[in-house]
């Protein structure tokens, strides 16, 4: 079944792409690999070639019930008769609606408005300018500044990528662009540990020093993730939330990759129980059929930015409605199913499937939260060869820097999870 030779036409329009389409952080002149997908249905993906591979990815994070999906798949037919998109400028629908109504029962209780964006990256930027916004509006012009974490990962677009890790996120090729934000350490006090109050020092030391030039705290609560994949303690968040009450800054949780149950919790702020004054969410957020997020603050905030005037964005496809109504429909899928005995069950699976690797000389250690398994090895993974082995092995895993990490759909079986994290072992034996 495997590696059958490719279709003439897939050939060509595979090699059309390899010379004029960018992928995601490749050279155009030397790009990865890509490989030719076909079709995915549930946990697997189908590529031309013959292979079939269980998705370890769920396509960076957003595909948490599998793929094609016949609920989701008949929420977006329903939509595409009635109508696949209209401007939200003056006219308004019911799936974006319902959609706002149900992300605000499930939020943290202080969150009352929200602002539908059309991705992740545009989320954080919107909840930058609230931020920026609310303190020009009631007065205190000059807390602009932003505070985030080293590590951290919140988009690409430029206002994003400035509170990504300077170093991760090649700050060096773009300061002129960025307005120079700080940074506070990344912190150390894993989750799962006794909590060392010292971990929060650092944090509460930037915070004093600057808290009159700061609007807002920007962090990926409990797990930091496409910045190394880290999970750490909730009483560093219950810190945070006094720290910023005392010093008059918001807080702002990114919980693009965390929502939607990934780690345990259908939020990861319930962990640790402090609210944020502003969230972001995204990713999972349409079971992984379309983009969309969503920024979502509190009435202090709403109003206060108010008193300025109107919030100051508006994409062209906000609150798109077919992905208002296959949100609506993951959303069931939630509520309707039972993601948090999956989560665990994986939880489990995980720490099993991947605790040979922790006795291997290259690695560095395994960690595992909720649905999310990740082998750190003590230098980096080259990136091709391991793809192509996992490929070998039926499984879908895109590594990056020195980490092989798995955040499989929730719906995987055990067999899925085998295949998965043998292939992880089988490729760190023989590299
Ligand atoms: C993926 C991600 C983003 C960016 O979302 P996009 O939809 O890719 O723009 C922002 N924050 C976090 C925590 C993410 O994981």
């Known amino acids: 079944m495997a590696n059958t030779p490719l279709d003439p036409e897939v050939q ?18 030397e790009p990865l690999p890509c490989y030719p997908f076909k079709s995915a249905t549930g946990t697997r993906i189908q590529l031309h070639s013959g292979e079939s591979l269980v998705d370890g990815m769920s396509s960076w994070w957003c595909a948490i019930h599998g793929y094609n999906h016949p609920h989701l798949n008949d929420a977006l037919k329903k939509q595409a008769e009635i109508a696949s998109h209209v401007m ?7 799936p974006a609606a319902r959609l706002g109504k149900r992300l605000l029962d499930v939020s943290p209780p202080d969150m009352q408005h929200l602002f539908l964006a059309d991705s992740g990256s545009v989320s954080v930027e919107v909840a930058i300018k609230m931020a920026a916004q609310y ?3 009631t007065g205190l012009k000059d807390k ?10 919140h988009g690409d677009t430029a206002g994003a990528m400035a509170v990504c890790d300077p170093v991760t996120g090649m700050h060096s090729l773009f300061t002129h662009l960025l307005p ?21 020092t650092p944090m509460r030391r930037l915070l004093e020093q600057h808290h009159h030039e700061l609007c807002a705290v920007i962090v990926e609560p409990i797990v930091q993730g496409a910045g190394g994949i880290w999970f750490y303690h909730p009483n560093y968040l219950v810190e945070l ?9 918001l807080l702002i949780y990114d919980e693009i990759a965390t929502g939607f149950g990934r780690t345990g919790k259908l939020f990861a702020w319930e962990w640790a129980g402090a609210q944020p004054d502003i969230m972001t969410v995204g990713k999972a957020l349409t079971g992984g059929y379309l983009t969309l997020a969503a920024t979502l603050t509190s009435k202090k905030v709403a109003q206060g930015i108010s008193q300025g005037g109107p919030l ?11 992905a208002c109504a296959v949100a609506n429909a993951s959303l069931d899928l939630l509520e309707q199913g039972d993601w948090q005995q999956q989560v665990s069950w994986l939880e489990q699976a995980l720490q099993e499937g991947l605790e040979p690797c922790a006795g291997l000389d290259i690695c560095a250690e395994t960690r595992v939260c909720g649905a999310i398994g990740a082998v750190e090895l003590k230098s980096s993974v080259d990136v091709a060869a391991a793809q192509a082995y996992f490929v070998r092995c039926g499984a879908w895993i895109r590594p990056f820097g020195k ?6 759909p929730y719906i995987c079986s055990q067999q899925d999870i085998d295949t998965l994290c043998e292939a992880i072992f089988g490729y760190l034996q023989t590299s």
């Open 241 to 249: 939330r006094r720290a910023c009450d005392e010093l008059d800054v």
């Open 135 to 137: 303190y020009q509006a």
């Open 403 to 408: 980490l092989i990490y798995l955040m499989p």
């Open 312 to 322: 100051m964005h508006g994409p062209t496809f906000m609150g798109n409605p077919l």
């Open 144 to 153: 602009g500044r932003l505070l985030a974490l080293r590590n951290g990962y």
């Open 180 to 200: 120079g934000h700080l940074f506070a350490p990344q912190p150390r006090c894993r989750f799962g540990d006794d909590w060392d109050p010292k971990d929060f």
């Open 88 to 94: 939200f400028g003056g006219l308004t629908h019911e």
């Open 12 to 29: 060509e329009w595979l090699d059309f792409d390899r010379q004029h389409l960018w992928h995601p952080y490749t050279s155009a002149s």
